[in-house]
T-cell receptor, first 116, second 116 residues
Framework: EAQVTQNPRYLITVTGKKLTVTCSQNMNHEYMSWYRQDPGLGLRQIYYSMNVEVTDKGDVPEGYKVSRKEKRNFPLILESPSPNQTSLYFC???????????????FGPGTRLTVT | DQQVKQNSPSLSVQEGRISILNCDYTNSMFDYFLWYKKYPAEGPTFLISISSIKDKNEDGRFTVFLNKSAKHLSLHIVPSQPGDSAVYFCAASTFSSTDSWGKLQFGAGTQVVVTP
């Protein structure tokens, strides 16, 4: 089954304790992206990656890191989480434009993060 | 600075009638627009898209209209069904840019409730 998986689905942590949210896709997509969803703000892009070892900032990259060492995985790293990073996070993947519709993004189920 | 705006946070419509969702954007460089649908506890799913070279795109019960001069697009759902009850996000990108096509801007979303 074609899917994007995220782990963990729920996480409660404390300020300053480093954490990683994993994202993996099994569709051989080159493009992957991270978003956060907040009430009244919709989805905001954190980082995206058009290919292995290629990452770019979205609209709200501050406080986040990503890496793309292999095509299927795109982890989101919070080196020192703060309460304003409490949010619902989504990972997504899609083909590149020359392989298909790049905007038919497949989203993961979401990770609910609470930072106290 | 939100460049994609959905000014109606909610919409209630009777089953069988038309749902019209609106979206405005401020960046004239946007040339590709999309709608995503999201159910609670799930990731968004791609619904329909439109390129700026078109003013209309239809897919079954869903039609997206683009008015470039007004920087406005709308999604029509006809007829509305109870299963259409979800949050709908409008998104935009500069697809023609080889460097930044992967950067997506989303609106805040519109909650649609279809009543029997």
């Amino acid at each position: 089954e074609a899917q994007v998986t995220q782990n963990p689905r729920y996480l409660i942590t404390v300020t300053g304790k480093k954490l990683t949210v994993t994202c993996s896709q099994n569709m051989n997509h080159e493009y992957m992206s991270w978003y956060r969803q907040d009430p009244g703000l919709g989805l905001r892009q954190i980082y995206y990656s058009m290919n292995v070892e290629v990452t770019d900032k979205g609209d709200v990259p501050e406080g986040y890191k990503v890496s793309r060492k292999e095509k299927r995985n795109f982890p989101l790293i919070l080196e020192s989480p703060s309460p304003n990073q409490t949010s619902l996070y989504f990972c997504a993947s899609s083909p590149n434009p020359w392989d298909g519709d790049p905007y038919e993004q497949y989203f993961g189920p979401g990770t609910r993060l609470t930072v106290t | 600075d939100q460049q994609v705006k959905q000014n109606s946070p909610s919409l209630s419509v009777q089953e069988g009638r038309i749902s019209i969702l609106n979206c405005d954007y401020t960046n004239s460089m946007f040339d590709y627009f999309l709608w995503y649908k999201k159910y609670p506890a799930e990731g968004p799913t791609f619904l329909i898209s439109i390129s700026s070279i078109k003013d209309k795109n239809e897919d079954g019960r869903f039609t997206v209209f683009l008015n470039k001069s007004a920087k406005h697009l709308s999604l029509h759902i006809v007829p509305s069904q109870p299963g259409d009850s979800a949050v709908y996000f409008c998104a935009a990108s500069t697809f023609s840019s080889t460097d930044s096509w992967g950067k997506l801007q989303f609106g805040a979303g519109t909650q649609v409730v279809v009543t029997p």
